[in-house]
Every structure is written in structure tokens, then in C-alpha cells.
């Protein structure tokens, strides 16, 4: 089966660092997706990963270890605006599902 | 207009009524998806559309029913639901449903049934 682990909620201030963790267990593993909800909005793209390392795109980066099931998002100079929901999703080449999501982690950016 | 979008954006229903989600991309994809996602679980794929035809089904319920008439429109039929089915229907499409590119969701609709 698979398994994908992040943490429900989050809390930050307004300028801070925040790394968001997501584990997963799957079969036919074939990258990794960071998504972006807001409440009642569309989930949007952040960031993909096939391969071990860190890409950075702008206040955002996203890094993967697949030996170790493990991927974490970072924001940096932390906004309000980036209260929301942050989706880890796990590509998958095998199954009916290809995407599998996490239950997502809430982030909450205070002044 | 660009992007995914969805009609209604809320829908309130009994449990006797029918109505249908409307979805529509203009990314000139060829895949589309219609995800359920309730509180505090990960979005669950209902169904799958690649090139028009469904890919497969999984164990939804009866109750829910697709439509796709062309590559750019997807519908879901709603009949008899229970009230375990109130939650935020998204749709989505992509390039292809096998290639490792992302999915572009529409806003959802919030579905709740009295």
C-alpha cells in the first residue's frame, strides 16, 4: 500500500523560516509534488522533485531523499499570505491513483 | 477564461434530488480528474478521463455518475447522495495522464447534502 505523513498544523511568524516535513512509503515511487490551498481556493503547484536534492524557486525550496522516503518544503521571509494549506503528493507509476496526496498541513502566519 | 474552472461553487441538495458538477479546461489537456476531499483526509481520486474515455473506476459509489463529452468538459451526475457525501469536489486535467507533469486543479465545489 502507500503511506504519506505530514504534520496537520503548523504555526509561524510573519519574516521566519519554515520547513514543512512529509514522509511516505510507496510502491513505484516516480517524484514528489508540493501543493499550495488556500481555504475554498483550487490547490496550486509549488514545486516537483524526481531526483535527491534541493530546488529553489524564489521564497520556496523543495527538497528529496529517496532512499529515505523523506521530502520537506521551505519558505522563507514568511508572509501572511502564505497561510494555507501545503498538499505533499507522491507520483506514483503504478495503481489507479498515479497522484497520492497527504492529508496536508496547515500553516498559520502570524504578525 | 483560463485554467480549470467549476460550476457551482456551492450546491446544497436533499438527498432525493439530482444535479450535476460542471468542469471546464482551457489548458488543451487530455486528462481529467474529479478528487473528493473532505476534512482532514487527502484528496481521494473518484474518477479518471484520458483522451475522453474513462481509464478506470474505482469503488465509488453508483450514486455518482461521470461525464465526459469532449476533451474539454467533464461532468459528475449526483442522485439519491447521503449526507457522508457532503464535502469539496475538485476538478483537474493534465497534459497526459502518465507523464510526470502536475495537475492544475479548479477552484471545487462545495457539495452539501441535507
Known amino acids: 500500500g502507500q503511506n504519506i505523513d505530514q504534520p496537520t498544523e503548523m504555526t509561524a511568524t510573519e519574516g521566519a523560516i519554515v520547513q514543512i516535513n512529509c514522509t511516505y512509503q510507496t510502491s513505484g515511487f516516480n517524484g514528489l509534488f508540493w501543493y499550495q490551498q488556500h481555504a475554498g481556493e483550487a490547490p496550486t503547484f509549488l514545486s516537483y522533485?524526481?531526483?535527491?536534492g534541493l530546488e529553489e524557486k524564489g521564497r520556496f525550496s523543495s527538497f528529496l531523499s529517496r532512499s529515505k522516503g523523506y521530502s520537506y518544503l521551505l519558505l522563507k521571509e514568511l508572509q501572511m499570505k502564505d497561510s494555507a494549506s501545503y498538499l505533499c503528493?507522491?507520483?506514483?507509476?503504478?495503481?489507479?491513483?498515479?497522484?497520492?496526496f497527504g492529508t496536508g498541513t496547515r500553516l498559520l502566519v502570524s504578525p | 477564461e483560463t485554467g480549470v474552472t467549476q460550476t457551482p461553487r456551492h450546491l446544497v441538495m436533499g438527498m432525493t434530488n439530482k444535479k450535476s458538477l460542471k468542469c471546464e479546461q482551457h489548458l488543451g489537456h487530455n486528462a481529467m480528474y474529479w478528487y473528493k476531499q473532505s476534512a482532514k483526509k487527502p484528496l481521494e481520486l473518484m474518477f479518471v478521463?484520458?483522451?475522453?474515455?474513462?481509464?478506470e473506476n474505482n469503488s465509488v459509489p453508483s450514486r455518482f455518475s461521470p461525464e465526459c463529452p469532449n476533451s474539454s468538459h467533464l461532468f459528475l451526475h449526483l442522485h439519491t447522495l447521503q449526507p457522508e457525501d457532503s464535502a469539496l469536489y475538485l476538478c483537474a486535467s493534465s497534459q497526459d495522464r502518465n507523464a510526470a507533469d502536475e495537475q492544475y486543479f479548479g477552484p471545487g465545489t462545495r457539495l452539501t447534502v441535507t
Open positions: 522533485n524526481v531526483l535527491d
Open positions: 478521463y484520458s483522451l475522453e474515455e474513462r481509464v
Open positions: 503528493a507522491v507520483k506514483r507509476d503504478t495503481g489507479f491513483q498515479k497522484l497520492v
